[in-house]
Nanobody
């Protein structure tokens, strides 16, 4: 069982930055891939980025490349999402999710159906 709690969201002006955190509890978090997703008002949830359990690989959605950076600290059971050059269209609720099986997997997926555990989300609002 893994529990995830996102934090770090808020209101920021266009061009600004935020760093989101995803704090986890549970024995299998350190062996799980983690993904970030977001859902804007009136839209479906979309993939942002994923990172393997050992930070060896990352996979970004094309629109996030160069502006967003994912990292993790397994000693702190936390995954981070650094977001720079934010745009109004980045406004959304951001979720982190853990893909716990198979453990220690080196493959990544953007499909949310493969993620077993989800946080409650944190709101990011970018004003123009």
């Amino acid at each position: 069982q893994v529990q995830l709690v996102e934090s770090g969201g808020g209101l920021v002006q266009a061009g600004g930055s935020l760093r989101l955190s995803c704090a986890a509890s549970g024995r299998t978090f350190g062996s799980s891939a983690v993904g970030w997703f977001r859902q804007a008002p009136g839209k479906e949830r979309e993939f942002v980025v994923a990172i393997t359990w050992n930070s060896g690989s990352t996979h970004y959605a094309d629109s996030m490349k160069g502006r967003f950076t994912v990292s993790r600290d397994n000693a702190k059971n936390t995954v981070y999402l650094q977001m720079n050059s934010l745009k109004p269209e980045d406004t959304a609720v951001y979720y982190c999710a853990a893909k716990s099986t198979p453990r220690f997997s080196l493959s990544l997926t953007s499909s949310e159906r493969f993620y077993d555990y989800w946080g409650q989300g944190t709101q990011v609002t970018v004003s123009s």
